[in-house]
């Protein structure tokens, strides 16, 4: 696994800005707050858009927005599978990064 705390190519700046595109596919902008230029795009996969603390509702409409469709209890035990892992995944990440930079995220 590699991990990278990303930063603009321009300037170095790590102060950056995220900016979502829900169309036919989901993307993600990544900007420089600094020098406003683009940093790079990700295209979300199926299912890929996850909001921390947005709960059910918010994982509902990108569910809608792939245009998945199952019951309403399939749904629902998905999400709280998502969650869990996502926080799993999240908790894993950061303890690597922590010890990657040795305690002083850049």
Do not use: W
């Not at 420089?32 to 947005?54: I, P, S, T, W």
């Amino acid at each position: 696994m590699e991990i990278h705390i990303q930063k603009c190519q321009n300037c170095r700046s790590r102060n950056l800005r995220n900016i979502l595109v829900r169309d036919q596919v989901q993307m993600v902008y990544i900007q420089c707050r600094d020098c406003e230029q683009l940093v790079a795009r990700y295209v979300l996969a199926k299912g890929g858009y996850f909001h921390a603390g947005k709960g059910f509702e918010s994982f509902l409409r990108s569910v809608e927005r792939d245009g998945d469709f199952a019951s309403a209890r399939d749904i629902n035990s998905t999400y709280d599978e998502i969650e869990a892992q996502i926080q799993a995944e999240f908790d894993t990440l950061t303890e690597k990064v922590t010890t990657l930079y040795k305690g002083k995220l850049p």
